[in-house]
């Protein structure tokens, strides 16, 4: 085990030397309020970390010949037209009903993948994981949050539930990753998110089948604001729409164990219950 800051070089740098991959995931937390200080400290935490280890890769005897560098699925614009994939998506942007300080994280995103793109690593290909929220039975994680929701009858549609969610199991989520260290033809950015993102309000109706919840009460925009301050995080991660789809995968040949959301909730419902 070897520590490191996120900002410089140290003795860390000798397991990058030799290695066969990088994998990245180093980053502030965005469950958190949207404060000037924190917003400071999700752009710096990306970007310094991703700095330093594409010095690290430059600098090596014998670099790793790939590097995955984690980016999100949050670069793509808060639409609700058309699915965005890699080739056709739309980077940043925003519906005229979004708050304007949504675009920082889109920023935060474009810079993240800016200081991976522009590192002087010729012997090493690069990709940058387009992530949307990944799906685990871990406790403390995005799914047993909904999930705890759910079973208090706060499971309903969150200002009227048009948003779209894009999601991805974690064995699906590990199992792209594996699939993109064997096709050493891939670069460049990959959406790690399952085929069929849906409203916010059938994602919610499919959980709470799964839990066999009959009750899921409404929130309007307001009243997500009050629960998203007294639960120190923001409503941009209830409320912007971010319909991604994993174009590129499909297109190499992944394959999906769980596509639809209403499966893959009752798979996660099972792992969380057995725990």
Request: glycine residues 8%; charged residues 25%; proline residues 7%.
């Amino acid at each position: 085990m070897l520590a490191w800051d996120g900002r410089t070089l140290g003795d860390w740098v000798q397991a990058i030397d030799g290695a066969d991959l990088v994998l990245n995931l180093a980053g502030r937390s965005v469950d958190c309020r949207y404060t000037r200080s924190n917003l400071d400290q999700m752009m710096r935490s990306r970007v310094d970390s991703t700095r330093i280890v594409g010095q690290a890769i430059a600098q090596a005897t014998q670099p790793p010949p790939l590097w995955l560098q984690m980016s999100t699925a949050t670069i793509y614009a808060h639409r609700f037209d058309a699915p965005n994939d890699e080739q056709t998506g739309v980077i940043g942007g925003a519906e005229p009903d979004a708050p304007e300080y949504w675009g920082f994280s889109i920023e935060i995103a474009k810079a993240w993948e800016l200081e991976q793109e522009r590192a002087d690593t010729p012997d090493t290909r690069k990709v940058a994981l387009r992530a949307a929220m990944v799906m685990s039975p871990d406790r403390g994680g995005i799914f047993h949050v909904l999930s705890r929701m759910t079973r208090l009858g706060l499971g309903g549609p969150i200002a009227g539930g048009r948003q779209y969610v894009s999601w991805i199991h974690e064995q699906d989520f590990v199992r792209a990753v594996d699939f993109l260290i064997d096709h050493k033809d891939i670069t460049g950015p990959v959406n790690l998110a399952a085929p069929n993102p849906l409203p916010q309000r059938d994602f919610m109706v499919a959980l709470r089948r799964a839990w066999r919840t009959p009750i899921g009460l409404p929130a309007a925009a307001w009243m997500a604001e009050i629960g998203a301050f007294f639960l120190r995080t923001d409503t941009e991660l209830l409320l912007k729409s971010r319909r991604v789809v994993p174009g590129r995968l499909l297109a190499e040949g992944f394959t999906f164990d769980h596509p639809q959301w209403p499966e893959a909730a009752a798979n996660l419902v099972e792992s969380l219950s057995a725990r």
